[in-house]
Nanobody, 121 residues
Framework: QVQLVESGGGLVQAGGSLRLSCVVSGSIFSINSMGWYRQAPGKQRELVARITSGDSINYADSVKGRFTISRDNAKNTVYLQMNSLKPEDTAVYFC???????????????WGQGTQVTVSS
C-alpha cells in the first residue's frame, strides 16, 4: 500500500522558517511529479510548489523567493523549505505525488494526510 507521510509542520512566529518533508512508502515503480498544496480555513486547496522528475519547478506567486522545493529520488522524499513565513501562510499543507505503481498501470495521484503550519503575527 502506498503512503505519503508528511512531517515538519508546527507553530512559528512571522519571519521564521520551517521545513516540511514527505516520504513516499510502499511498492512503486517510479514517481513522476511531487508537490505541496495548502488549504486554509474556508478556502480552496491551492498549489504551493511542484517539482517534476526532471527537476522542473513551479511556485505559487505568493511564495516565490521565500519557499524552496526539492526532492531526493533515492529516498522518495520531497521537501519544502519555508522561509520568511507570514501569517497568511497558515494552512494545512498536503503532499502530492504522481506515482507509477507498475509500468503497465497508468499514473495515479496520491495525497498525504496533511500537516498543520501556523504562523503567528
Amino acid at each position: 500500500q502506498v503512503q505519503l507521510v508528511e512531517s515538519g509542520g508546527g507553530l512559528v512566529q512571522a519571519g521564521g522558517s520551517l521545513r516540511l518533508s514527505c516520504v513516499v512508502s510502499g511498492s512503486i515503480f517510479s514517481i513522476n511529479s511531487m508537490g505541496w498544496y495548502r488549504q486554509a480555513p474556508g478556502k480552496q486547496r491551492e498549489l504551493v510548489a511542484r517539482i517534476t522528475s526532471g527537476d522542473s519547478i513551479n511556485y505559487a506567486d505568493s511564495v516565490k523567493g521565500r519557499f524552496t522545493i526539492s526532492r531526493d529520488n533515492a529516498k522518495n522524499t520531497v521537501y519544502l523549505q519555508m522561509n520568511s513565513l507570514k501569517p497568511e501562510d497558515t494552512a494545512v499543507y498536503f503532499c502530492n505525488a504522481q506515482i507509477i505503481l507498475r509500468p503497465t498501470i497508468p499514473l495515479l495521484t496520491y495525497w498525504g494526510q496533511g500537516t498543520q503550519v501556523t504562523v503567528s503575527s
